[in-house]
């Protein structure tokens, strides 16, 4: 049938339990029948990118878009431990630790996200402008002077119109 549903998969969710993204805790895989059984992976999402054209990709506004650009470094870096985590906090340290693996998405590494991160070989370009960072006039400054040169944009503000409204 059409849609979304769970399939009990041991032989995929069965590989590295520790940090699999795919499975839920009982060992149930998600599929969609519009959707291959088999996940692409890091090369062949990159491979549907460049077939496509899409070589950068804009993320532009809140915590929302935040997780989306952190789950598409991972996914196309391959490296789902420290795929979205800037070079400086990678070593062997404590805040290594502690943004690893699904904790890169915690409040507390926020401060160390990457902003911008060539993936697929240096194919492609993800970069991402929070809606935190600057105030509102200078980031529609700036759209307007960059979103010419990006393939996909990817924006929201999902709670936060107020931001939109007052600039604040």
């Not at 399939?7 to 959707?35: F, I, M, Q, Y």
């Not at 692409?40 to 950068?56: F, H, K, Q, T, Y």
Request: include cysteine.
């Amino acid at each position: 049938g059409d849609g979304v549903g769970w399939v009990r998969d041991s032989e995929w969710c069965g590989k590295s339990r520790e940090h699999n993204v795919t499975c839920s805790p009982k060992g149930l895989r998600a599929v969609h029948s519009a959707l291959p059984d088999t996940l692409l992976g890091a090369e062949g999402s990159c491979d549907v990118l460049v077939e496509r054209g899409i070589r950068r990709i804009l993320f532009w506004g809140d915590s929302y878009v935040r997780g989306a650009f952190q789950g598409l470094a991972m996914v196309l870096s391959g490296d789902y431990e420290l795929g979205s985590i800037e070079q400086e906090c990678r070593a062997e340290s404590a805040q290594r630790a502690a943004c690893r693996g699904e904790e890169q998405f915690a409040k507390s590494c926020r401060e160390n996200i990457l902003t911008a991160i060539d993936v697929c070989g240096g194919m492609v370009t993800l970069k991402l402008w929070f809606l935190y960072t600057e105030k509102h006039e200078s980031m529609v400054d700036r759209a307007q002077k960059e979103l010419s040169d990006v393939d996909l944009l990817v924006w929201g503000h999902g709670r936060h119109s107020a931001v939109w409204t007052t600039g604040k």
